[in-house]
């Protein structure tokens, strides 16, 4: 955080992981992600959120999906 801010949740951590969450999630159906395929999507998530951080000397320890929703139009 001494590069970034105190602030560091907010300014990387967050923006990448909507980020990457976005780009893994379209490339699945909407029931794979509620279901069949989550464990598979986390670990996805968790490998490319991972490399992300890794840029700004950030470690990732695990990434759990929970209380996921989608807009009506998806």
Do not use: M, T
Not at 6 to 24: E, L, T
Not at 54 to 73: H, T
């Amino acid at each position: 955080h001494q590069r970034i801010g105190a602030d560091y949740a907010n300014k990387v951590i967050r923006p990448a992981a909507r980020s990457q969450v976005r780009v893994v999630i379209a490339q699945y159906p909407v029931s794979d992600v509620y279901a069949a395929q989550r464990e598979n999507i986390e670990r996805k998530i968790e490998d490319a959120l991972r490399k992300s951080l890794e840029s700004n000397f950030i470690k990732l320890d695990e990434v759990l999906l929970r209380d996921i929703q989608f807009s009506p139009a998806y």
